[in-house]
């Protein structure tokens, strides 16, 4: 096990990309770590730093102790599993999980071990003469991570793993990595741009955009406590509600305010709104914050928020409405079974403990 540190890191390309910016980071050992972002904010490029596949421009990074800029891919003890699984096709199962450690001049009857063990783990002792192409989608998934254990890294490097599996494989393997890598608590970074995923695997998650980190913080910390709008619409399914409001009233009671809705701020706000007493700031809201008056246990108090339904999302338990305040259309979750219908004016009580606010020039968390 080791722990990963970077330090100051950038990676340009030419004078005019910077595809990462400033990165700092330090993993505890074992740890499961992911980046998460939109396409394009930098999260393979780190991984490749990492790896040694891409070059550092600036800053310096470590495993364990050791600095690694300058030690090739090879040396660094790290093994990768990526989204295509980069399997041999003309191997079997067994080889392609051998041929790291042969190349390694590993005795054979440690390959040997390792491999069986590590199909053991996997469940695919039965498939180790199979070829590549005699392989489900899964199965090829799990071949690649095989790959990866029997070299018994000190880190493991992954990313988009299981990008191309259907939605069910996906979500049926995600827990077989959050299993396995519990189990041998090799320190894991893993690249995502699904916010789900990184919510249901990660220890610590590290948000990226545009080359820089937004916050890096526990899964529950940063659905708690996002640091600026961009988090906070990134974190949760379906995406925060944002509503410009204008900020009255003083002291404990102050309330947010818009054309069809004014609504009393979470208690701990009202400290740091005060500076903000009549201007605008983004009213951030979760759908799950929402509710439909009449079938929620949400109170009814100064807390409503009016508006026409525009679509019904049924999903069984709950439903998603969307919502027209004003012209800005939100998404509420409510009871699947609430008669609600396109066209209907509704309230929407608001979970007022769970809100959140937003500077509307810098875009960081008020409070
Ligand atoms: P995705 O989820 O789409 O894979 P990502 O977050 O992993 O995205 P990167 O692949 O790390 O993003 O790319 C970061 C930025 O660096 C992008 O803007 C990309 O266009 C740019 N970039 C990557 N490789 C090069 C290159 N060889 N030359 C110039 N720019 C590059």
């Known amino acids: 096990m080791a722990k990963i540190r970077l330090e100051h890191v950038y990676k340009r390309y030419g004078s005019k990309v910077t595809a990462v910016k400033d990165f700092n980071l330090e993993t505890e050992d074992g740890e499961f770590v992911v980046f998460v972002g939109p396409s394009g904010c930098g999260k393979t490029t780190t991984l490749r730093m990492i ?3 891409e070059e550092i421009s600036d800053g310096k990074i470590y495993i364990g102790e050791r600095l690694v800029n300058d030690v090739p ?3 660094r003890d790290i093994a ?6 980069a399997l041999y096709p003309h191997m079997n199962v067994y080889d392609n999980m051998a041929f790291g450690l042969r190349l390694r001049k590993v005795p054979k009857n440690d390959i040997d071990q390792r491999v069986k063990e590590a199909a053991r783990i996997l469940k695919i002792e039965h498939l180790l003469q199979r070829k590549p192409r005699e392989l489900s989608g899964g199965q090829r998934q799990r071949v690649a991570m095989g790959r990866a254990i029997v070299r018994e890294p000190k880190v493991f490097l992954m990313d988009e793993p299981l990008s191309n599996l259907d939605a069910k494989l996906r979500v049926e393997m ?13 320190t894991t970074v893993y690249v995502t ?5 990184a919510m249901t695997l990660g220890h ?6 545009d080359g820089e980190i937004m916050q890096v913080d526990t899964p529950l910390n940063l659905y708690d406590f996002p640091a600026n709008k961009f988090v906070a619409g990134f974190i949760g399914s379906p995406s925060m509600n944002f509503i410009r409001a204008k900020v009255e009233g003083a002291g404990d009671a102050v309330y947010l305010t818009g054309p ?3 609504v009393r701020t979470n208690p701990h706000l009202a400290a740091p709104l005060k500076a903000y007493s009549g201007k605008e700031v983004w009213l951030g809201i979760r759908p799950e914050h929402l509710g439909l008056k009449g079938w929620t246990a949400i109170p009814e108090a100064e807390n409503i928020i009016k508006g026409t339904i525009e679509v019904v999302e049924p999903l069984g338990a709950d439903s998603e409405i969307h919502v027209d305040v004003g012209g800005t259309v939100i998404t509420a979750k409510v009871d699947g079974h609430a008669p609600v219908r396109p066209g209907d004016t509704v309230e929407l009580l608001v979970d007022t403990g769970r809100t959140h606010t937003f500077d ?7 409070g």
Do not use: W
Request: net charge positive.
């Open 51 to 53: 790896a040694g596949l």
């Open 73 to 75: 891919p090879k040396d």
């Open 80 to 85: 990768m599993v990526f989204q295509n699984y």
């Open 174 to 186: 995600r827990a077989e990595i959050a299993k396995l890598t519990r189990r041998l608590g090799v």
């Open 193 to 197: 741009h699904d916010q789900v995923e």
């Open 204 to 209: 610590r998650i590290v948000v990226m955009k």
């Open 260 to 262: 069809s809705f004014r």
């Open 360 to 366: 509307v020039d810098t875009e960081k968390s008020i």
